[in-house]
């Protein structure tokens, strides 16, 4: 079992910067692949990025792209989401997920989840 544990989330204006944290318990962090995904009030969870258990393959949803970058220490047991340029479509809260599944950019395969944290974007 895995416990995940976001930070790192708060308000910040339109073009800024924040950076999530990912914290994981136990001694099986390398074997999942590592989810962010986010959702606003009255939307669906959608994916954001993911990144392999390796750290070398990543993927991001259109919208994100060039603008986040997801990255893991796996000494750490830690998942990292730097979003960059933020703009006014970007809050929600922001959740990070694990998944040992091939399919990683739909939220029904991943298994574990952190309660997530709120990203707010000021004009």
């Known amino acids: 079992q895995v416990q995940l544990v976001e930070s790192g989330g708060g308000l910040v204006q339109a073009g800024g910067s924040l950076r999530l944290s990912c914290a994981a318990s136990?001694?099986?962090?390398?074997?999942?692949?590592m989810g962010w995904f986010r959702q606003a009030p009255g939307k669906e969870r959608e994916f954001v990025a993911v990144?392999?258990?390796?750290?070398?393959?990543?993927n991001y949803a259109d919208s994100v792209k060039g603008r986040f970058a997801v990255s893991r220490d796996n000494a750490k047991n830690t998942v990292y989401l730097q979003m960059n340029s933020l703009k006014l479509e970007d809050p929600a809260v922001y959740y990070c997920?694990?998944?040992?599944?091939?399919?990683?950019?739909?939220?029904?395969?991943?298994?574990?989840w952190g309660q997530g944290t709120q990203v707010t974007v000021s004009s």
């Open positions: 997920a694990a998944t040992t599944s091939v399919v990683v950019t739909q939220r029904e395969t991943y298994r574990y």
């Open positions: 990144v392999s258990r390796t750290g070398d393959t990543t």
């Open positions: 136990g001694r099986t962090f390398s074997s999942y692949t």
